[in-house]
């Protein structure tokens, strides 16, 4: 069994490591959905090295997700109005299919529940078919669509997915 830990990122110098990690997932895995442009325009807008470190400032917690001990992915969340923001859950392609995300998740609802938190939420590209297939498994349900711009001519096109979190 793969040993999986969440390593929770507490020093600045990390964030450059996260933003590294970014890079590689997202342009492996959204070029194709979402074209190699807006994939850059938003590393930069929201996984480089000020932004990240703007997000942690207003309450985001950042983790690695490591697999044994390499760093396989990262994930963040926000809880904000008695409820979780899962912002971001990336793993790199070569770590997928291995229980990553679903440890994370597992790990996103413990939080949940110690926190008084009921319901988990996230947005993902309506064209990101595996990946709304694996949140269907994990117990996420589709609550609506949106549509956000997010400036230079570009617009993230998600659906909003949800999660109860057990009692």
């Given at each position: ?7 929770p ?6 964030i ?11 342009m ?20 480089s ?7 942690i ?65 996230l ?17 996420f349900v ?6 956000a ?7 993230m ?11």
């Amino acid at each position: 069994m793969n040993s999986i830990r969440i390593v929770p990122i507490t020093e600045i110098s990390h964030i450059q490591e996260v933003c590294q990690l970014a890079e590689e997932i997202w342009m492996e895995h959204y070029e194709p959905i979402i074209g190699q442009e807006q994939v850059r325009y938003m590393i930069e807008k929201f996984q480089s090295p000020e932004p990240v470190k703007e997000q942690i400032e207003s309450g985001y917690q950042y983790y690695f997700l490591n697999s044994r001990d390499e760093k396989a992915g990262y994930m963040a969340f926000k809880l904000e109005n008695g409820s979780m923001f899962l912002s971001k859950i990336y793993v790199a392609k070569r770590y997928r299919k291995q229980g990553i995300a679903a440890a994370a998740l597992t790990y996103a609802e413990e939080v949940c529940k110690s926190s008084g938190v009921s319901s988990m939420w996230l947005t993902v590209n309506k064209y990101n078919s595996n990946s709304i297939a694996a949140y269907n498994r994990l117990g996420f349900v589709t609550i609506r669509e949106q549509v956000a711009d997010i400036g230079q001519g570009y617009v993230m096109d998600d659906y909003v997915m949800e999660k109860v979190i057990p009692e």
